[in-house]
């Protein structure tokens, strides 16, 4: 097996489990072209097995946002810049580096895992890249059942047309169910994190009337109390604490 097929099957591994394993088995060496000499030169082919591995590689971060917690960390740090009333602070960048930030954290063991079970024993020789793949599987999609719900789950094998126990369906089933219970997760939290600030909202908005500032927004007076309120809460370790803590099945 090449070096850089190596080195980079820790990624692909993520990207490939939506593809049926049987377009990426392959055995012995891998090469990215092939030639023949033909009457009119030589010619040069390119093998299929390293272009799909080339467009799996292009689809890894759409894999990030399926099929970890990253979308509920990045959809409740929205909702929480939004609640505060500020605009672009923090910049998104810093909001998409926190949120992967947790989740490459908070999924260390399914990594691990999934290194340890698939990766390993395929750079020894141990397995196929099929295999590799199917054993990568496992601690993903339990992982990604113990956040789904029931009903999420039911809704999308009536769609496919599929039944049976959950744990033996495709990831192409499991995956936008839990897409599903991550959005509606995600939905959960934020009301919980929005409420103290929308209070605070009308208790400025109310003050403001009274003493007939009417033209005054109450977002530009209510700013300095919410951002004092989140400090003194100490609201980012509440908010990483309770982000890592929704997160189920590790």
């Not at 740090?77 to 909001?95: D, M």
């Not at 909202?201 to 989140?230: C, H, R």
């Amino acid at each position: 097996m090449r070096a850089p097929l190596r080195a980079a099957l820790p990624w692909l591994l993520l990207g490939g489990l939506l593809v049926s394993p049987q377009l990426l088995a392959a055995n012995g060496d891998i090469t990215l072209f092939s030639s023949a000499t033909t009457d009119g030169g030589q010619d040069y082919n390119v093998k299929i097995e390293i272009l799909i591995l080339m467009t799996l590689l292009g689809l890894l971060p759409v894999m990030l946002m399926m099929m970890t917690c990253f979308t509920r960390f990045i959809i409740v740090l929205a909702i929480l810049r939004q609640a505060l009333g500020l605009q672009q602070s923090p910049p998104n960048k810093i909001l998409t580096g926190i949120a992967l930030a947790l989740t490459l954290l908070v999924m260390r063991p399914v990594w691990t895992t999934i290194y340890q079970d698939a990766v390993v024993p395929f750079q020894n020789d141990e397995i196929t890249l099929k295999q590799a793949f199917g054993k990568a599987e496992v601690p993903l999609k339990h992982f990604m059942l113990a956040q789904t719900s029931n009903k999420a789950m039911s809704q999308m094998m009536s769609i496919a047309g599929v039944s049976g126990d959950p744990k033996e369906q495709d990831l192409t089933v499991v995956t936008p169910a839990y897409l599903l219970s991550e959005l509606k997760t995600a939905f959960q939290i934020g009301f919980m994190i929005y409420i103290p600030f929308l209070v605070i909202d009308l208790i400025v908005a109310s003050i403001l009337m009274a003493m007939g500032m009417m033209m005054l927004s109450p977002l530009i007076v209510s700013l300095p109390f919410k951002l004092m309120l989140f400090v003194l809460c100490d609201g980012w370790t509440l908010i990483v604490g309770t982000l890592t803590s929704s997160v189920q099945g590790l």
